[in-house]
């Protein structure tokens, strides 16, 4: 059972426009957030967190916001630039849970220039 | 400060066979971790360290072993490596379990088994 989804396997957008990358929860115990991008041949690097106490982080182009009620979690690029092509993994961990990550499938993103 | 090192690189193996894939971290950092990747997946927990001297099983620890060597050291063995063992194998670190902090990935190792 995969307790964190990211039903679009890929997106394209166009340089400049928002790219907003969805991911979907079902484990409630889940209070901390974190988003990954990664590069092929590449390991994951850190993009975002947010934890369970706010529903908004923002950092620099991206911003990711948290809705518990609906257990969804989304992470917006503005502006979308072609060095953000990658692909994007969103990931949860439980306090208590010695910070164990659980990802979900990931999503293409291509920036169009 | 190289970070999170992890070698190697590649690796070819046959069924049967076994190796240990090496990871060492320079942060100073208490936690570390072995993810592997499938294609259309994300990643999944094999096995991790919350503290030197101590290991725990993740989602996925079936087949492999790992040693805590010191504090910057984790390794993961594969005793008899099997064709399902293909993955591509991510370390990571993070300053430590009681704080929420973001753990730092190794460039992986891609192994394939024959």
């Known amino acids: 059972d995969q307790q964190v989804k990211q039903n679009s396997p890929s997106l394209s957008v166009q340089e400049g426009r928002i790219s907003i990358l969805n991911c979907d929860y079902t484990n409630s115990m889940f209070d901390y957030f974190l988003w990954y991008k990664k590069y092929p041949a590449e390991g994951p690097t850190f993009l975002i967190s947010?934890?369970?106490?706010?529903d908004k982080n923002e950092d620099g182009r991206f911003t990711v916001f948290l809705n518990k009620s609906a257990k969804h979690l989304s992470l917006h690029i503005v502006p979308s630039q072609p060095g953000d092509s990658a692909v994007y993994f969103c990931?949860?961990?439980?306090?208590?849970?010695?910070?164990?990550?659980?990802f979900g499938s990931g999503t293409q993103l291509t920036v169009l220039p | 400060n190289a970070g999170v090192t992890q070698t190697p690189k590649f690796q070819v193996l046959k069924t049967g066979q076994s190796m240990t894939l090496q990871c060492a971290q320079d942060m100073n950092h208490n936690s570390m971790y072995w993810y592997r990747q499938d294609p259309g997946m994300g990643l999944r927990l094999i096995y991790y360290s919350a503290s030197e001297g101590t290991t725990d099983k993740g989602e996925v620890p079936n087949g492999y072993n790992v040693s805590r060597l010191n504090k910057r050291e984790f390794s993961l063995r594969l005793e008899s490596a099997a064709p399902s063992q293909t993955s591509v194998y991510f370390c990571a670190s993070v300053v430590g379990v009681v704080w929420n902090n973001e753990q730092f990935f190794g460039p992986g190792t891609r192994l394939t088994v024959l």
């Open positions: 990931a949860a961990s439980v306090t208590g849970s010695a910070r164990q990550l659980t």
């Open positions: 947010i934890s369970s106490i706010k």
